[in-house]
């Protein structure tokens, strides 16, 4: 089956305490990408991923790293994650230039993240 | 900025009934907008993708318009169900954009109620 997968789905930390979401996708896609989820704010892009070794950011990407390694995963890691992290994050792929062109992206199920 | 506006926020309708959500966009040139349905708690699926240069794509009940010219798209869902209580995000993707940057809407939440 299709799918994209994120690891934990639910997690409560601390200010300060490194952390790191999986995401890893099994359809061969090069288009990675991950999102924030705040109320009122939609889905922003925190980064994106054109191929393995290739990564730029999005709109917010103050706070988070990433790497693309392999090109099946897509980890997002917080160094130091502050309060206003807390958030609904989602990772999505799709094949070559998902976004200009037609291509579906597929989204994550989503990781809850509170930093307490 | 580039943005996108959706209304109404949120919408309660009764099952069966149809419904018509609506999307405003500043991005131009864009190259395509998309709908999503998100279910609570659950990642965004795809509705439907039109490019510039459609006006309009279907998706079972679900028809997607493009007005290029004013800028607005709307979301109609015939004969509704309970199962398309969710939130409808409308996406569009600027022209050119080598860095596959997309702008999300807020969303608009339908209830379906029996």
């Known amino acids: 089956e299709a799918q994209v997968t994120q690891n934990p789905r639910y997690l409560i930390t601390v200010t300060g305490k490194k952390l790191t979401v999986t995401c890893s996708q099994n359809m061969n896609h090069e288009y990675m990408s991950w999102y924030r989820q705040d109320p009122g704010l939609g889905l922003r892009q925190i980064y994106y991923?054109?191929?393995?070794?290739?990564?730029d950011k999005g709109d917010v990407p103050e706070g988070y790293k990433v790497s693309r390694k392999e090109k099946r995963n897509f980890p997002l890691i917080l160094e130091s994650p502050s309060p206003n992290q807390t958030s609904l994050y989602f990772c999505a792929s799709s094949p070559i230039l998902g976004s200009a062109g037609t291509d579906t992206q597929y989204f994550g199920p989503g990781t809850r993240l509170t930093v307490l | 900025k580039n943005q996108v506006e959706q209304s109404p926020q949120s919408l309660i309708i009764l099952e069966g009934k149809n419904c018509t959500l609506q999307c405003n966009y500043t991005v131009s040139p864009f190259s395509n907008l998309r709908w999503y349905k998100q279910d609570t708690g659950r990642g965004p699926v795809s509705l439907t993708i039109m490019t510039f240069s459609e006006n309009t794509k279907s998706n079972g009940r679900y028809t997607a318009t493009l007005d290029a010219d004013t800028k607005q798209s709307s979301l109609h869902i015939t004969a509704s169900q309970l199962s398309d209580s969710a939130s409808y995000i409308c996406v569009v993707s600027p022209f050119g954009n080598a860095g596959n940057m997309l702008t999300f809407g807020g969303g608009t939440r339908l209830m379906v109620k029996p």
């Open positions: 991923s054109m191929n393995v070794e290739v990564t």
